[in-house]
Each structure stands twice: as C-alpha cells, then as structure tokens.
Antibody, heavy 122, light 111 residues
Framework: QVQLVESGGGVVQPGTSLRLSCAAS????????????MYWVRQAPGKGLEWVAI????????YYTDSVRGRFTISRDDSKNTLYLQMNSLRGEDTALYYC???????????WGQGTTVTVSS | QSALTQPRSVSGSPGQSVTISCTGT?????????VSWYQQHPGKAPKLMIY???ERPSGVPDRFSGSKSGNTASLTVSGLQAEDEADFYC???????????FGGGTKLTVL
C-alpha cells in the first residue's frame, strides 16, 4: 500500500509563501510514483473537504480550484517520489489541513496522507 | 464549483440501517458514474469507502453500499455499529478542468 507523508506546513503571515511536500513510498511491485496522478485536498478547521489541485501522472496536466488558481502551483519530482504545492500570496482563508492523495482509476481520492497544517495569520 | 449537497446529520441505533444522500447536478454527479464516499473519524485522515458509485475497496465491510439515481447518490450503512460514528463525505468527478467536487459532509451518529 502506498504511504504518503506531507511536510512543510506552518504559521505564516498573509501575502507570504510556503511550499508543501508529500513523500510517497510503498509502491506495489511493478508500480512507481510516476504511475500515479496526485491530488492536494484541504480541510479548514471544523469544515469539510475541498479539492485544491490535481496533477496527471506524467505531469502534463494540472488543474486548480478557482480560489487558488494563479496563486498555487502543483508539481512533482518523480526522481524523488515527491509531490509539491507551492503556495504564494497566502490568505487567511487558505488556513487548513492540507492532504496529499493518490488519484484512483475512477477519480476517487484513493490513498490519503495524514496532512500538514497551514495557518495564515498576522 | 458548487459543492454537492448532503444532509448535515443522520442517526440510527445499533443494528439499524441509515442512508446518506448526496445531490449534485447534471454537470457533475448526474453525468458520471464516478461517485465516491469517504469516512472521517475525528482527528484522522479520510478513508475511501466507496468508489465508482458501488465499488468497495478491499477491507471495507459489505455493510457499506452505494447507489445512484439521476443527480443523487446514496450511501447506505447497514447493521450500524458504534465504530461507524463519523463524518461522511461524497465526491464526484466533474470534468477535466474541475475534476473533483465534494459534498459538505454528514455527521453519522450511532445512538
């Protein structure tokens, strides 16, 4: 079973930047990180789940939810089995627990990490 | 990118069955058989329970089942157990430019 470990969260001021990382391991035989599309999903304190970004397994396509488009960038380094989320111009409403996750064959959020917390506050 | 609509809460007694609805539109849930359900216990990451409307990942009890009719999907939990108490979220594929939309979540209480 794939394991995902997020890192890079913290407390930052509005307008600043932060880069989240997600290290993947535990692939089934014959599979590598490059076989998996990846999501970032966030959950604000006491709120529901919100899809943030997706990147195709080959990195050719990237899509973002409206509220982060132009500010956040999803990327991957298959040589390091790592997914990234570069977050610029952070706002208070970006405060959340950020999960990375694999994209299932039917677009489901398949395997989830434990999340990393981002707090944007002055 | 409107969220799917779920009831805020549902409840049932041990052994009973409960059903959680998830309503979308003809542009998302109604157009694709890519509905998923997730269970989230307090302080834990969500766990995939149902994908592709009716499919259960390995290890998920068959007490959990999914269905869909038109723009509404449903998750049924049969034979309720105390450990089923959790928040449940639905999601649906909604097209390439906006691949995923979630429901607002439903709190399941086992009385």
């Amino acid at each position: 079973q794939v394991q995902l470990v997020e890192s890079g969260g913290g407390v930052v001021q509005p307008g600043t930047s932060l880069r989240l990382s997600c290290a993947a391991s535990g692939f089934a035989q014959g599979f590598t990180f490059s076989n998996y599309g990846m999501y970032w999903v966030r959950q604000a304190p006491g709120k529901g789940l919100e899809w943030v970004a997706i990147i195709w397994n080959d990195g050719t396509r990237k899509y973002y939810t409206d509220s982060v488009r132009g500010r956040f960038t999803i990327s991957r380094d298959d040589s390091k089995n790592t997914l990234y989320l570069q977050m610029n111009s952070l706002r208070g409403e970006d405060t959340a627990l950020y999960y990375c996750a694999t994209v299932g064959r039917n677009w489901e959020v398949d395997v989830w990490g434990q999340g990393t917390t981002v707090t944007v506050s002055s | 990118q409107s969220a799917l609509t779920q009831p805020r809460s549902v409840s049932g007694s041990p052994g009973q069955s409960v059903t959680i609805s998830c309503t979308g539109t003809s542009s998302d849930l109604g157009s694709y058989n890519y509905v998923s359900w997730y269970q989230q216990h307090p302080g834990k990451a969500p766990k995939l329970m149902i994908y592709a409307v009716t499919e259960r990942p390995s290890g998920v009890p068959d007490r959990f089942s999914g269905s869909k009719s038109g723009n509404t999907a449903s998750l049924t939990v049969s034979g309720l157990q105390a450990e089923d108490e959790a928040d449940f979220y639905c999601s649906s594929y909604a097209g390439n430019n906006n691949p995923l939309v979630f429901g607002g979540g439903t709190k399941l209480t086992v009385l």
